[in-house]
């Protein structure tokens, strides 16, 4: 059973910069995708950012891409989330999932098995 603990939420003045870690216990498959989601008040759970583990590719939500870089260190077991320039558009809870998924599917949230419990990030203008 994979576990899932993101930290480094927080709250952040616009143009501000956080960066979120997710570190997963249990084992991680070659095969899986590391995403993060997020989720703003009244919203639905929108895709952020994907890597897959075995090899490292990234993929962005256009919203985020060019601001924010998820990265993984697969010795620690641990992914992260790198963002920079911040709006206060991307308040939001933050998510981390794991799963073996298809890449048509790397975008919804119901290909995956694994949740952390979520981080808060708030921007202020």
């Known amino acids: 059973q994979v576990q899932l603990v993101e930290s480094g939420g927080g709250l952040v003045q616009a143009g501000g910069s956080l960066r979120l870690s997710c570190v997963a216990s249990?084992?991680?498959?070659?095969?899986?995708?590391m995403s993060w989601f997020r989720q703003a008040p009244g919203k639905e759970r929108d895709f952020v950012a994907a890597?897959?583990?075995?090899?490292?590719?990234?993929y962005y939500a256009a919203s985020v891409e060019g601001r924010f870089t998820i990265s993984r260190e697969t010795h620690k077991n641990a992914t992260f989330l790198q963002m920079n320039s911040l709006k206060p558009e991307d308040t939001a809870v933050y998510y981390c999932?794991?799963?073996?998924?298809?890449?048509?599917?790397?975008?919804?949230?119901?290909?995956?098995?694994?949740w952390g419990q979520g981080t808060q990030v708030t921007v202020t203008s």
């Open positions: 249990g084992r991680i498959f070659n095969s899986y995708t």
């Open positions: 890597i897959t583990w075995f090899d490292g590719d990234e």
């Open positions: 999932a794991a799963a073996a998924v298809i890449a048509k599917r790397r975008h919804l949230p119901d290909s995956y098995d694994h």
